[in-house]
RNA sequence: GCCCCUGUAGCCCAAUGGCAGAGGCAGACGACUUAAAAUCGUCCAAGUGUGGGUUCGACCCCCACCGGGGGCACCA
């Protein structure tokens, strides 16, 4: 039986040293250390931790403790995004409160972690759901509503029949609820909302900060989100109509090839054309119609075109043309103006509507490409402007300026942008979440509830319905609506809606700076101290959603001089998921692979060390790929170094081993390098290349005894301890040193000991290699070209020709060109 | 349909315009052992998806195509 050491043993062991010890609390008043906020986006407590967790926890761990052993004042902490749907709904199947089941799934995976080892400050701990956070979320919600940044609208919005509440826009992927895939359908209500659109322009201008820092496909995600298009607004006179109509284009240089227009059936505009008109019977049987179509048939895009035309006519402002006006689905009532100028020649959609409307097309811009009347195809793309007066001749972007200068003279068109970004519903109709903290007073209207009356608490659960029937169950909690009006003390009601949970996780990273905080949401010297974080990591599937509408909070904050940065994540890391066999992990694909087990079978380090071994972080893990019992033999080889080692503690280790050392700096120095550059891969790569050399030099080389032997191995031991702390741990105690060695600080690194004694000069003749020879380092550029020339083989290719071309970079090569 | 990422050994992955291989998994052989496990050691394999181009030199940069992944998709 070879030495191994006990998995399980160890881990029982480190633990209450390490809670005793407490390694990571931060924020010490008389800390000197320069501060880093290393976050990872807190869990959703939905049972133990998983795969999932495993691999995000582990990478952001390796972050932290990294810094920590560099010398920072690291705040890692962890906290519980607690509201949310998945308690209400075990809450209503176990007949009790939804705090039951959140806080026993918070205890289970506060253990889990304690034991996975994350490197999290337990002092700095907050649930979303604790009346302490969300009173918070409530202030700055009154913040906003004073700002007049949150308002209630009524519209019509996106309903999950399942869900039972409405969602944002950011919460409807293709038609379907992202919590349950339900098909979402359109209801008109009265929702709040924040007014995110009130800062378009800058959360599209400040990601210029963030390139390079934050991966580009969420940077790209959240441009495509937010969707700037620029063009113009122009002005058509519609007959028998005092007011005019203005449509938004991006191509004002094919105003002259608009044939007809095209309002979008459920806009204010299309009702009041058909109101009383010929056609307003088979208008509101259209209406009914599209009305009744579900998003995902709306969304179809090889669907035909239809539409009702409205018996109106509009005037082109260029040539006076009438053009009839339509009512049809395919425009949208909510981007732009609700209504379009249709160039059917150089827009598909329009030339599909007007050939199924027998409408016609008329050529304005000359791309070279066919005509778009026999092809069927529209010519989007620029070119020269035909037929179209003024502008003929000019090239599209010529036109476009030209005709909106023209236009504008006339106050006919004005230059402008659009966005699809809209305002974030934020209303739910459920009960496990923040209650708007806002009373109807048939007097005095929304009024806010005073500042000094926060929270307002959800109702006991026992009072209220859970059951989902479409309105919040809040409103039949009878004692907990009816209230009085803070303003003129007459009877009122509360509002009974709840808020969106992203809103909690919208500011979240500042409450961590001071979670015990009574006085206020976060503490302003605290926050000054901490933020912006650092260091972010977390899933790309939040590229949207969380991140987007944490980046709006900010800049609220910060214009109401509450922070003083503007974005809040300087640096992200995404990390991919833990997949298996190909395909995402689920329980009904039955190819789930539980933590637990494997955490049993093959011990925390070993499973943190594949996760952050697999690959490059930001890629899927797939599970099935990856060999923990690999992780395991390697642990295993590493640990029993630190039992070789005969030299005492604090030995003096430039006595020892050149070759060895050189080695171990070396190492030392790429593993940094690695680390700081997200391929944690690669580090663990270096560590195992240290352990190989190590072991190599005990057995074979300069022996046990050797101090470059107990400096290697120390450097093993700290590497490791951003992986595999236990392991880590029981290394650093057998080499003599006391606990912990998450604090033993990164190895001084000896710049003389980083260059190579010999290195491979190579010589090429036309970029072949033909000879190879070792150089001094420090070689001039002269001295290597005269040896190329002089070695044989080079001599013997070269034959008397007189070389075209030398080039040299001393020390790695010659390239000879004849 | 549009945009982005990606393709290296049987597999996971390294190689920051300069020797294609750092590390691991799997495999083969040897040492130790009565034997096996564990351990230690040795070995094994691709010329970088395909075709062009730039360069003295390309896995790396550019273009086209093929395969894989992702995002957007009636947004005027």
């Known amino acids: 039986m070879h030495e191994a050491y006990d998995i399980h043993g160890v881990q029982e062991k480190w633990l209450p040293i390490w809670d005793e010890l407490a390694p990571f609390r931060s924020g010490r008043k008389d800390d000197p250390r320069p501060k880093k906020y290393v976050l990872d986006m807190f869990p959703y407590p939905s049972g133990d931790l998983h795969m999932g967790h495993a691999e ?19 705040m890692h902490p962890i906290g519980w995004d607690a509201f949310g749907l998945p308690a209400e709904n075990a809450a209503i199947k176990r007949n009790e409160d ?13 253990a889990s972690m304690r034991r996975y080892a994350c490197s999290f400050d337990w002092d700095r701990v907050l649930y979303t759901c604790d009346p302490e956070y969300y009173k918070w979320n409530q202030w700055i919600f009154l913040k906003l509503f004073e700002k007049g940044l949150a308002y209630r609208k009524n519209s019509a919005v996106n309903w999950c029949p399942d869900c039972q509440t409405v969602l944002a826009n950011e919460q409807v992927v293709a038609g379907l609820c992202e919590r349950c895939d339900s098909s979402v359908t359109k209801k008109k209500l009265n929702q709040w909302y924040f007014k995110i659109t009130a800062y378009t322009e800058r959360l599209l201008e400040d990601m210029k900060q963030l390139e390079g820092k934050w991966p580009d496909k969420v940077l790209t995600m959240q441009r495509n989100w937010i969707g700037k298009s620029t063009g113009a607004e122009i002005k058509f006179q519609i007959e028998d109509r005092a007011e005019s109509v203005v449509v938004y284009t991006t191509r004002p240089d094919t105003l002259h090839g608009a044939t007809f227009m095209v309002v979008a059936v459920d806009s204010e505009l299309a009702r009041e054309l058909a109101t009383g008109s010929k056609v307003e019977s088979e208008f509101n049987k259209y209406f009914e119609s599209v009305r009744s179509a579900s998003d995902i048939d709306r969304l ?57 409307m027998k409408l016609p097309v008329k050529v304005v811009v000359d791309t070279g490409e066919a005509d778009p009347n026999e092809t069927g195809i529209a010519t989007e793309g620029i070119g020269k402007i ?14 476009i300026s030209k005709i909106i200068d023209e236009l504008a003279k006339k106050d006919q068109a004005t230059a402008t942008a659009n966005y699809r970004l809209r305002d974030w519903l934020i209303s739910r109709q459920r009960y496990w979440g923040t209650p708007i903290p806002i009373i109807h007073c048939s007097k005095c209207g929304e009024v806010p509830v005073p500042i000094e009356q926060l929270p307002v608490k959800l109702p006991d659960s026992k009072t209220v319905d859970l059951k989902p029937k479409g309105i919040s169950p809040l409103a039949t909690a009878a004692d907990w609506v009816n209230t009085q009006c803070p303003k003129c003390q007459g009877s009122a009601l509360r509002d009974t809606d709840t808020m969106d949970t992203f809103v909690d996780s919208s500011w979240y990273f500042l409450r961590y700076t001071s979670v015990n905080n009574q006085q206020s949401p976060f503490d302003d010297h605290e926050v000054k101290t901490w933020l912006p974080v650092d260091q972010y990591v977390g899933g790309v599937t939040h590229a949207i959603l969380h991140l987007l509408y944490s980046r709006f909070f900010t800049k609220a904050l910060f214009d109401m001089g509450l922070v003083d940065f503007n ?8 990390q991919g998921m833990v997949i298996m066999d190909g395909s995402a992990m689920s329980k009904s694909r039955g190819n789930l692979v539980r933590l637990s087990d494997e955490l049993e079978r093959h011990g925390v380090d070993a499973i943190r060390l594949s996760m952050v071994f697999a690959g490059p972080p930001e890629d899927d893990v797939d599970w099935s790929d990856v060999s923990p019992s690999g992780s395991v033999k390697f642990l295993n080889r590493a640990w029993r170094l630190s039992g070789d080692v005969t030299s005492k503690p604090g030995v ?17 120095h ?15 790569a270096r560590i195992m290349e240290l352990v190989n050399a190590t072991r190599k030099a005990i057995d074979s080389g300069c022996g046990a005894a050797d101090p470059s032997v107990r400096e290697a191995v120390e450097g093993i031991a700290i590497s490791l301890s951003l992986i595999a702390p236990y392991t880590a741990e029981e290394m650093w105690e057998r080499l003599g040193h006391k606990p912990s060695v998450a604090l033993a600080g990164w190895p001084k690194i000896d710049d003389s000991l980083l260059t190579a004694d010999a290195v ?45 071309k030398v080039i040299t970079k001393a020390p790695k090569f010659v390239n000879i060109v004849l």
């Open 56 to 74: 995000a926890y582990a990478l952001g761990d390796v972050i932290a403790r990294y810094w920590v052993q560099r010398g920072f004042n690291v």
């Open 98 to 110: 939804p705090s039951v089941w959140t806080y026993e799934n918070i205890n289970t995976q506060r």
């Open 300 to 356: 179809a895009t090889d669907r035909t075109k239809t539409g009702v035309f409205l018996q109106r006519y509009a005037i082109n402002p260029v040539n006076g043309e009438r053009i009839p006006i339509w009512a049809s689905d395919y425009v949208l009532a909510d981007y732009g103006t609700g209504a379009i100028m249709a160039v059917p020649a150089h827009d598909q959609r329009d030339l599909d509507f007007a050939r199924a």
């Open 386 to 399: 035909v037929n179209s007066g003024s502008i003929s001749g000019l090239e599209s972007m010529a036109a």
């Open 567 to 574: 974005e809040p994540f300087t640096r992200l890391l995404n």
């Open 652 to 668: 003096n280790f430039s006595d020892g081993n050149i070759d060895l050392r050189k080695i171990t700096h070396k190492a030392l």
């Open 670 to 684: 790429d593993i940094s390098f690695a680390v700081e550059s997200f391929r944690f891969n690669v580090a663990v």
């Open 760 to 804: 491979t000069a190579i010589f090429q003749v036309n970029g072949k290699i033909k000879s190879r020879i070792d150089v001094q380092p420090d070689i001039s550029d002269s001295e290597l070209e005269a040896m190329a020339l002089s070695d044989p083989a080079i001599k013997s290719e070269i034959e008397g020709i007189k070389p075209k």
